[in-house]
């Protein structure tokens, strides 16, 4: 018996095939207007690479137009040196792979490399048949940048603080060697602490771009005190570089300390005026003058201490120096400082990032050896000088700066080097190469990590701040050893 069909019956089956083919000519639309709007490079390929579309996104990203290229090879964006990696992507797509998303590197039109993350399907027919790719490119250079210098950030701290570490730890092995008692010990050294801690917070509240020499001289002078009336101090506001504030915070500090102990501020009635200016005329420079009077009767001391030595130190570190007068109605000092004609940039921009790896060979009896020590922060340099000297080797010279440092390796008359990786924020790769060309065994000594040294000297001996007293014991050992060793010292000599 023959089955009837109602009029209405007939009018939806023949109106179920238009509405369908409506339906997927939206759904067309709508994806055709998200490709069109995305600010992600949609583009297609067939199976051997030749691009069949191109979305304004990837204009945006890549600099070409669709018209350039349309029926050109995806290759065209790709670097020479990735060029596998698109045969392998090929590879896997004519397999019916999807190539979940990776990070990888393109080429604009204007020849820059931009970081780019990728996902690539394969495309089929109604058939079910495979016919090319669909390629969805997102530009993440901001991330690669943010992530750089997220790895930069933390490279710095670890430096920071293990140089900070190798400071406090050469201040205390300094302060000790002169104290007179236990307690003697517990006073110098806490109060070097302080001072270097009070700085730290200065530069920490002004994200390390410099610090007021105004308030750091206020706040070594007064020690948190709002006014001393012994006191007088004036002159212009100077924003001095990180590296710079520190050191001259030491050297207040312990011009501070002597006052309160043996000089002007150990008495009522004493006085001190501390007043500076920065000279224009020629090199720029700032010259600070320091004047007591109303205290004891001076005398100029019979031997030199530590906080005199740093003071000298800590200046000639940065090209400056300290003149010192003890007269009869008090201590005099003069400083005069080199500044910069502009503030360097922030620590940030100017960060290089260098290695470190402790060592453990012991000394062996070498013969004395004579050595130069380039390192920035004075403290450190003088602990590692008199440790030199204890060991009996002889210390020809020692530098702070770059320039300083390139005449000393230049008027050679030594046998090893300790060499700071960084020399307040300038890369030392030129010294490396000086020494290695002279066939000279020398030591990184510095608080960033191995894969932050130059590529050509990444296996170099390297002693790591902040050091033990063994740990530098034994690096010294080696390149004393190695300088009365016959050529075979090449790995102490930076080959990549």
């Not at 939806?12 to 409506?22: D, N």
């Not at 920490?204 to 006191?231: F, M, P, V």
């Not at 006052?259 to 501020?265: D, E, I, Q, S």
């Not at 006085?271 to 100029?300: F, H, N, Y």
């Amino acid at each position: 018996m023959a089955e009837k069909t109602s009029p209405d019956d007939r009018e939806t089956g023949a109106e179920s095939q238009p509405r369908e083919q409506g339906e997927a000519e939206n759904h067309a639309a709508y994806l055709a207007a998200i490709v069109t709007s995305s600010q992600d490079a949609i583009v297609s390929k067939t199976l051997d690479g030749r691009i069949t579309s191109w979305n304004e996104g990837a204009t945006r990203i890549f600099g070409y137009r669709a018209d350039e290229m349309i029926g050109q090879s995806i290759k065209r964006v790709i670097p020479p040196e990735l060029l596998d990696e698109e045969d392998r992507i090929l590879a896997r797509i004519r397999s019916g792979e999807r190539v979940d998303p990776f990070d990888t590197v393109r080429m604009t039109k204007d020849g820059r490399r931009i970081d780019v993350s990728l996902s690539i399907s394969p495309v089929r027919d109604k058939s079910g048949k495979l016919i090319g790719a669909a390629k969805v490119a997102r530009d993440i250079s901001e991330r690669k940048q943010a992530e750089k210098l997220q790895q930069l950030l933390i490279g710095e701290l670890n430096h920071r603080v293990k140089n900070t570490l190798a400071t406090v730890q050469a201040i205390a092995g300094q302060t000790i060697r002169r104290a007179k008692s236990p307690s003697d010990f517990a006073a110098s050294f806490n109060g070097r602490l302080q001072a270097l801690a009070r700085t730290h917070t200065m530069l920490t509240d002004n994200t390390w771009r410099g610090a007021d020499l105004l308030y750091l001289i206020k706040d070594q002078l007064l020690l948190g005190e709002d006014e001393d009336e012994r006191i007088a101090y004036y002159g212009p506001s100077v924003i001095l570089q990180p590296q710079v504030a520190l050191h001259l915070a030491m050297v207040i500090h312990e011009l501070a300390t002597n006052a309160r102990k043996y000089g002007a501020l150990s008495v009522p009635n004493g006085r001190l005026a501390v007043d500076w200016v920065v000279r224009t005329g020629g090199d720029r420079k700032l010259d600070l003058s320091w004047r007591e009077t109303g205290g004891p009767t001076v005398t100029a001391p019979t031997s030199r201490g530590f906080g005199m030595t740093v003071v000298e130190q800590s200046l000639a570190a940065h090209g400056g120096e300290a003149r010192l007068l003890y007269e009869s109605h008090g201590l005099s000092c003069s400083i005069s400082l080199p500044l910069p004609e502009t503030l360097e940039p922030d620590w940030i921009e100017r960060a290089t990032r260098m290695a470190l790896r402790p060592n453990g060979i012991g000394r062996g009896g070498v013969a004395a050896t004579r050595f130069i020590v380039i390192e920035d922060e004075p403290v450190v340099a003088m602990d590692v000088e008199s440790t030199l000297t204890d060991l009996g080797h002889d210390v020809v010279g020692t530098a702070a700066t770059l320039e300083k440092a390139k005449e000393l390796v230049a008027a050679g008359g030594f046998d090893a080097a300790l060499l700071d990786a960084n020399l307040a924020g300038t890369p030392v790769d030129e010294l490396a190469a000086a020494l290695t060309r002279n066939g000279t065994p020398f030591a990184f000594v510095t608080g960033y990590g191995r894969e932050s040294l130059p590529e050509a000297f990444r296996n170099s001996l390297i002693l790591g701040k902040p050091f033990t007293l063994e740990g530098l014991k034994s690096t010294i050992a080696l390149l004393a050893r190695d300088t009365h060793t016959p050529p075979a010292v090449s790995r102490l000599r930076g080959r990549a």
